[in-house]
T-cell receptor, first 112, second 116 residues
Framework: GEDVEQSLFLSVREGDSSVINCTYT??????LYWYKQEPGAGLQLLTY???NMDMKQDQRLTVLLNKKDKHLSLRIADTQTGDSAIYFC????????????WGLGTSLAVNP | DVKVTQSSRYLVKRTGEKVFLECVQD?????MFWYRQDPGLGLRLIYF???????EKGDIPEGYSVSREKKERFSLILESASTNQTSMYLC???????????????FGQGTRLTVV
């Protein structure tokens, strides 16, 4: 079945860029998402990208999609302590549009 | 703002009890979901519903049931709680329907259930 993988931990210094990576197996993915979960809270959508796009930029966030390699990345510029959270990659496709397939989440620690 | 509200933030129940987790959304969303979140296992889908009185099993439905009598409310039921159901439970909703579906799922704040 479909699978989404991401590394579990990332540690960066405040002010540096963070890059969180994700790979997926579903070749018919239509939408790819990044969600953020702060401690003790639910998830909230950070950004998403359609599969016909290569890049999407939104303020400090840059999403890159390599469809050939089925690789998605999230870059956070000028990382702040408030960015410390778990970041989930997820994908959906038109044939399975009611369900998202989730990665396990990357825990980002930002050190002062 | 879309709001998904879960009835409790923290809940402690005894083994064998029947447990109800309630979720209400205020955006007239068709789709509603129940997940559980455990360290190292990510989010796992228990059940979802795409319309009133409709339900579909997710990846781990065993030991759970659901009820959707009204569009805005989706309940998760643990018929006989067991210690391995101690977890964080997350409810989510999204727009869906015949004409398309939303790219965004909105989540509640989560219910941390402890079964002792």
């Amino acid at each position: 079945g479909e699978d989404v993988e991401q590394s579990l931990f990332l540690s960066v210094r405040e002010g540096d860029s963070s890059v969180i990576n994700c790979t997926y197996t579903d070749s018919s993915s239509t939408y790819l998402y990044w969600y953020k979960q702060e401690p003790g809270a639910g998830l909230q959508l950070l950004t998403y990208i359609f599969s016909n796009m290569d890049m999407k930029q939104d303020q400090r966030l840059t999403v890159l999609l390599n469809k050939k390699d089925k690789h998605l990345s999230l870059r956070i510029a000028d990382t702040q302590t408030g960015d410390s959270a778990i970041y989930f990659c997820a994908e959906a496709n038109a044939g399975n549009n009611r369900k998202l397939i989730w990665g396990l989440g990357t825990s980002l620690a930002v050190n002062p | 703002d879309v709001k998904v509200t879960q009835s409790s933030r923290y809940l402690v129940k005894r083994t064998g009890e029947k447990v109800f987790l309630e979720c209400v959304q205020d955006m007239d969303h068709e789709n509603m979901f129940w997940y559980r979140q455990d360290p190292g296992l990510g989010l796992r889908l228990i059940y979802f519903s795409y319309d009133v009185k409709m339900k579909e099993k997710g990846d781990i439905p065993e030991g759970y049931s659901v009820s959707r009598e009204k569009k805005e409310r989706f309940s998760l039921i643990l018929e006989s709680a067991s210690t391995n159901q101690t977890s964080m439970y997350l409810c989510a909703s999204s727009h869906g329907g015949l004409l398309g579906w939303s790219t965004e799922a909105f989540f509640g704040q989560g219910t941390r259930l402890t079964v002792v």
